[in-house]
């Protein structure tokens, strides 16, 4: 008995302690299938492995192709994909391309087509145009990858009350659950709090987690910081809202790849306001990141 009644007084504890803090226990469950991924791109062999490099002789030709796979949760359109190769000199190869794109939609990944959407891309059949003065030549090509993308975010409960002592509906102050789409970009946490006299503010915790570089939408990527756009989506009466990060509406800076958006109610809810309601952020750019091979290039003679 004495055991059963340690065991239940833990339990009391446990439970006590997890509606403490102004938590957020919705019982909800995500409605995205998450990830920190989002266009992933790889090399396809360039020759026969040897010594653990790709290896083709000076008079061969090697195919130049990389495979797109949509891992994330946000279609990528026909055309969107930027892919550049770099790291050697047009002037060394012929027969190769060196830039290009995708020729169909790259779909998202979902229960549907849990794969996501795949094609490879062909620049061509490359042969090294230079005589080699030695036995071998080694070659590191790179391809720069740039491609628009979108990070969906919910918090599934806000909690509008004018009366913050009462909590039978919700708690106005605290952390929040929130749900983040599978993207290299991703909302990691939210929290809710007074803003003044009937005023809310939720705030959502964004991060940089896929590697690559960011920037808004159609803007040149900057190497001292990554910067984003975003919204609030409609179901969400974005009217309703003012979104900030950094002193900037609706964008802004991260600083070492993480940033804070501030969402603060313009008008004061009316007295006796009492009620739950998802917030859904929409936050927008695109993305950047290298990738590399090498290929041995031996001398035929």
Known sequence: MKKVF???????????AGCEGGQDNTGTTSPYIGGSQGLLATFEEFGVQEE?????????????????KNKGEQDIEAGAVEVTLKGISPNDYDGILFESTNDKLLERVSEYAPEGGEETVDFG??????????????????????????????????????DARDTSVCTLEGTRTVYSSGAPVQVTAAREARSGAN?????????????????KPGMEFDNRYDQI??????????????????????????????????????????????????????INYDYKYLIEQSVRIKNKD
């Open 6 to 16: 340690m065991v239940l007084v833990m339990a009391a504890v446990i439970i006590i």
């Open 52 to 68: 653990g490099i790709a290896t083709i002789f000076s008079d061969e030709t090697f195919p130049l192709e990389i495979t797109l």
């Open 125 to 162: 059949d490359a042969s090294y145009a230079i005589a080699l003065s030695g036995s071998y030549y080694d070659a590191t090509v790179f391809a720069s990858i740039v491609y628009p993308y979108q990070t969906h975010a919910s918090i599934p409960r806000v909690c509008f009350n004018t």
């Open 199 to 215: 005023l809310i503010a939720v705030e959502f915790d964004v991060a940089n987690v896929g590697g690559g570089d960011v920037t």
């Open 229 to 282: 756009s975003f919204s609030l989506d409609e179901t969400s009466d974005p009217g309703m809202w003012e979104c900030r990060l950094g002193g900037e509406e609706n964008g802004g800076r991260l600083v070492d790849g993480k940033a804070t958006v501030r969402c603060k109610l313009l008008n004061p809810m009316e007295e006796g306001t009492m009620y739950t309601k998802q917030l859904d952020l929409t």
